[in-house]
């Protein structure tokens, strides 16, 4: 089955700066790639997601970026604040029996310093 | 549109006894899955449910089990109960399931199991 590392585990980073997670999958059929904010005590959201026929997407703030060849993908937040405290998680979708399965990372806590 | 809905919250057991926890969908999503979430390890997926049908299983023992009814609402159950079952317990539904489009998670249920 698809195998999904998230790095790092946690990360800390002054207000301003950007931060980045990286992920990484083992399954080359994996065509989807979410990713989810949860906020302490809260459910996990979807912030933003990329399939595989695009390498790089934005919305705002947040980017996605998927290097296929490698089976890595990435998660860039600019000018974080300290709204952007969260743990992200990101996933990918890859086939499994006549379904498909999203299998998740362990997840990044990302705290933002004032 | 009202979201998913997990009862109960919170609950403790003892060790050996049973539990059952409910998720009701959003309105028309006809894909409930099921994840086990413990500090460090992420999202596990137990499983995922679509139109009554158990469409895919995690790597869990089979005292974990579930269902689904006509209405979408879905239940999983878990027998025996051992002192490692203490987690986070989320569902998510989604429109067509495929994991290629948003889940939409519930607040979850928190089992202790003492």
């Known amino acids: 089955g698809e195998n999904v590392e998230q790095h790092p585990s946690t990360l800390s980073v002054q207000e301003g700066d950007s931060a980045v997670i990286k992920c990484t999958y083992s399954?080359?059929?994996?065509?989807?790639f979410p990713w989810y904010k949860q906020e302490l005590g809260k459910r996990p959201q979807l912030i933003i997601d990329?399939?595989?026929?695009?390498g790089e997407k934005k919305d705002q703030r947040i980017a996605v970026t998927l290097n296929k060849t490698a089976k890595h993908f990435s998660l860039h937040i600019t000018e974080t604040q300290p709204e952007d405290s969260a743990v992200y998680f990101c996933?990918?979708?890859?086939?499994?029996?006549?379904?498909?399965?999203?299998?998740f990372g362990s997840g990044t806590q990302l705290t933002v310093l004032p | 549109k009202a979201g998913v809905t997990q009862t109960p919250r919170y609950l403790i057991k003892t060790r050996g006894q049973q539990v059952t926890l409910s998720c009701s969908p959003i309105?028309?999503?006809?894909?409930v899955s099921w994840y086990q979430q413990t500090p460090g390890q992420g999202l596990q997926f137990l499983f995922e449910?679509?139109?009554?049908?158990?469409?895919n299983k995690g790597n869990f023992p089979g005292r974990f089990s579930g269902r689904q009814f006509s209405n979408s609402r879905s239940e999983m159950n878990v027998s025996t109960l051992e002192l490692g079952d203490s987690a986070l317990y989320l569902c998510a539904s989604n429109l067509a399931g495929g994991y290629t489009g948003e889940l939409f998670f519930g607040e979850g249920s928190r089992l202790t199991v003492l």
């Open positions: 399954d080359s059929a994996s065509n989807y």
């Open positions: 996933a990918a979708s890859s086939p499994s029996g006549s379904a498909r399965q999203l299998t």
């Open positions: 449910y679509f139109s009554e049908t158990q469409r």
């Open positions: 990329i399939r595989s026929n695009v």
């Open positions: 309105s028309g999503h006809r894909s």
